[in-house]
């Protein structure tokens, strides 16, 4: 069965320093793929990122970075220099392939303040 | 322009009453999803819903309590029935982009509230 494990249910750092989400999956899939969403104040969810897993490569996009670790099931957001407007619920996400392909399971979610 | 929108953004409801949201998206795609998140908590898949056959719901969830219709590609609808002050939460429409557009598309949302 499918789950995904976001341990950290709120965080709150001073702007500018670096922060990590966590995140763990299961699946008895040998291909999927996984998401992170952000969800602010307003609600609607933003797509950040989708990663398949064959591709193990990191992926940094401007100050985000995402470290995908099929040997500890583990898919970790890293935010660097963090603002403000980086305040949001992110959520972790999978999506196994087959018949059952885009059927998203959802993480908890994890809250992050950013303080001024 | 808008890949995919919600009807209405949000309402508020009595208890007893039912509530049809409707989902437009903006290309032919053959599977949407409907989605719940209860304040404060994650996305909860309700059910998936194919063009010309019944949709296919998630454990917990009944076809009586959430009837959905897909009468097109590019459309559907989710009704809330008979609701009750549990039943207040977010709900949203999503798809899966083909390629190149791989991404996750979800709606806005609609924000429910049962009185």
């Known amino acids: 069965a499918q789950k995904v494990t976001q341990a950290q249910t709120e965080i709150s750092v001073v702007e500018k320093e670096d922060v990590t989400l966590d995140c763990v999956y299961e699946?008895?899939?040998?291909?999927?793929?996984l998401f992170w969403y952000k969800q602010p104040p307003s609600g609607e969810l933003v797509f950040l990122i989708r990663r398949n897993s064959f591709d193990e490569q990191n992926e940094i996009s401007g100050r985000y970075s995402w470290n995908f670790q099929k040997s500890t099931s583990s898919f970790n957001f890293t935010i660097t220099a963090s603002q403000v407007v980086d305040s949001a619920v992110y959520f972790c996400?999978?999506?196994?392939?087959?018949?059952?392909?885009?059927?998203?399971?959802f993480g908890s979610g994890t809250r992050l303040s950013i303080r001024p | 322009s808008a890949v995919i929108s919600q009807k209405p953004s949000r309402d508020i409801c009595q208890r007893g009453t039912s509530l049809t949201i409707q989902c437009q998206v903006d290309?032919?795609?053959?599977?949407m999803f409907w989605y719940r998140q209860q304040p404060g908590q994650s996305l909860t898949l309700i059910a998936t819903?194919?063009?010309?056959?019944?949709?296919?719901?998630e454990s917990g969830f009944v076809i009586d309590k959430f009837p959905i219709s897909r009468p097109n590609l590019t459309f559907s609808t989710l009704t809330v029935s008979n609701m009750s002050p549990e039943d207040s939460s977010i709900y949203l429409c999503?798809?899966?982009?083909?390629?190149?557009?791989?991404?996750?598309?979800f709606g806005p949302g609609t924000r429910l509230t049962v009185t």
């Open positions: 999503s798809f899966l982009g083909s390629f190149p557009r791989t991404e996750q598309y």
């Open positions: 290309s032919q795609v053959t599977m």
């Open positions: 996400a999978l999506s196994e392939a087959g018949s059952s392909a885009s059927k998203i399971i």
């Open positions: 699946t008895r899939d040998t291909t999927y793929y």
């Open positions: 819903a194919n063009q010309g056959s019944e949709a296919t719901y």
